[in-house]
């Protein structure tokens, strides 16, 4: 059996809509969070993560790759009013590493001695590299040298590689990387890269900056420079040689600034998890972007959290939520785990690692505009040949959703209608109405829906 995902987040997807708009998901925090924290003596400060996991299917087992300084000015055992009265020092003399932690459920981490790296004296800690900072880690399916099988991208920018993920390769800098005034990009963030199918080319994230005329005063004094953050692009054949960067994602507003952006592909598109530093309150959050080509981007309810920070103070996630590259997808649920703090960006503070979850396809989906009156979203033309189609929604316990199959003279074959809350739902068997193609109506008030998928049992 072969199956079509298909987003109603993916305008491709859709030929019309009424009454009908975009909302992000709901998404939900593990309530026995946080998964992990600072307990080793080298993990001095978690500050963003930069986490990047993978469910190894092969070993059954959850992999993290993070970044924590090692060298650095800690906030540990700090009172509430310490870290809120005394100066950040954080910055000084700070040396950041990349470590390596596993997980059976992806609920309780182990940090094991890799024995691989000294650190005061000592190899027993899991550090896997000393000094990159902002490192990005994903394992390449696609490459058929298993000495890069894992690869890594850093501030630099700088690559290495990995046959298991553990000991890596001598850095090198990216050939022909360079921003506007052929300056090279200094990526201080969380960078990270991904084999984009759809273009057959290796894509990474990084940052760079924008000059601004904005004053910088009061609480933004610790920016001391009138600049701000930028999302931007690269591209390589060989993951070695690599485009010009390109601005993909800059401020709309100077107060809320593109941190971070991990890039991951689903169902026919990319998702960016976008981390937004505010200069007004200092805190960082998450929001939601998509991309048919990875180059254009559009924000799904811009200004507005996908993961959001808790409302009060010195909680695990109140300061700042950065999301790790990448999501892990099961049957039953999408787990998002996430870098938290407890205070400000540029304050002491105490990081951990959480995890947030959603339903399947649940990253955004249509919903009514107007409550009183129905919403009406109409599919693009579907080859529909022995398949049978499943929709995801989610229905309020007073709403409902008409579906109708038409053939493409616009005749009616067959209607499925759904209520209360319902996933993957079964709606029709083309077999039976014979049809090569047409389209699906979907009338709806109360729900949200997400995706509909065909599962082809012929021979496409």
Not at 244 to 263: D, F, G, L, N, R
Not at 355 to 383: C, H, M, W
Request: aromatic content about 14%; some cysteine.
């Amino acid at each position: 059996m072969k199956t079509t995902r298909l987003l109603f987040l993916d305008d491709r997807n859709i030929s019309r809509s009424d009454n009908a708009v975009i909302k992000l998901g709901d998404i939900k925090k593990y309530s026995s969070n946080p998964l992990m924290r600072e307990d080793k003596h080298w993990e001095k400060r978690f500050d963003n993560f930069y986490g990047n996991i993978i469910f190894d299917e092969q070993s059954n087992l959850y992999k993290c790759w993070y970044s924590p300084f090692i060298v650095a000015n800690s906030s540990a055992n700090m009172s509430f009013e310490d870290m809120k009265n005394i100066q950040y020092d954080g910055h000084d003399f700070q040396e950041m590493a990349i470590c390596y932690a596993t997980s059976v459920d992806g609920l309780t981490w182990n940090k094991p001695e890799l024995n691989l790296v000294e650190f005061n004296g000592s190899k027993a800690n899991n550090i896997v590299f000393r000094g990159p900072h902002g490192g990005g880690i994903f394992y390449d399916k696609e490459d058929s040298d298993n000495t890069a099988r894992y690869k890594l991208i850093y501030q630099g920018l700088k690559t290495s590689f990995s046959s298991n993920g553990l000991i890596w390769s001598q850095h090198k800098y990216l050939e022909s990387v360079s921003a506007s005034g052929n300056e090279k990009i200094t990526g201080d963030t969380h960078n990270n890269a991904l084999w984009a199918p759809t273009l057959s080319k290796y894509v990474a994230f990084t940052r760079t900056w924008a000059e601004t005329d904005r004053e910088v005063v009061g609480k933004q004094t610790f920016l001391n420079h009138k600049w701000t953050r930028q999302v931007s692009r690269i591209e390589s054949d060989d993951f070695r040689t690599w485009s010009k960067s390109e601005v993909c994602i800059t401020c709309t507003k100077w107060e809320h600034q593109p941190y971070a952006m991990p890039v991951f592909f689903h169902a026919g598109i990319y998702f960016g998890l976008l981390a937004i530093h505010d200069q007004i309150s200092d805190r960082v959050w998450t929001e939601l972007a998509w991309s048919k080509d990875t180059v254009k981007w559009n924000r799904v309810e811009e200004g507005t959290p996908f993961i959001e920070c808790s409302d009060n103070e010195l909680d695990y996630d109140y300061g700042c939520v950065y999301a790790c590259a990448t999501p892990v997808f099961l049957d039953n649920e999408v787990r998002i785990f996430y870098g938290a703090s407890d205070w400000l960006h540029t304050s002491w503070r105490n990081g951990s690692l959480s995890l947030a979850t959603l339903r399947p396809d649940g990253f955004a989906g249509y919903e009514q505009v107007n409550k009183n009156l129905t919403a009406t979203i109409v599919s693009s033309v579907l080859s529909l040949k022995d398949c049978l189609i499943r929709v995801t929604v989610d229905v309020e316990s007073d709403g409902w959703v008409l579906v109708k199959l038409f053939n493409d003279s616009k005749g009616q074959v067959s209607v499925s209608s759904l209520t209360n809350s319902c996933s993957n739902q079964i709606l029709f068997d083309s077999k039976v109405s014979d049809l090569e193609t047409g389209y699906l109506e979907f009338e709806f008030k109360n729900a949200r829906l997400y995706s509909f998928c065909l599962d082809y049992f012929g021979d496409e």
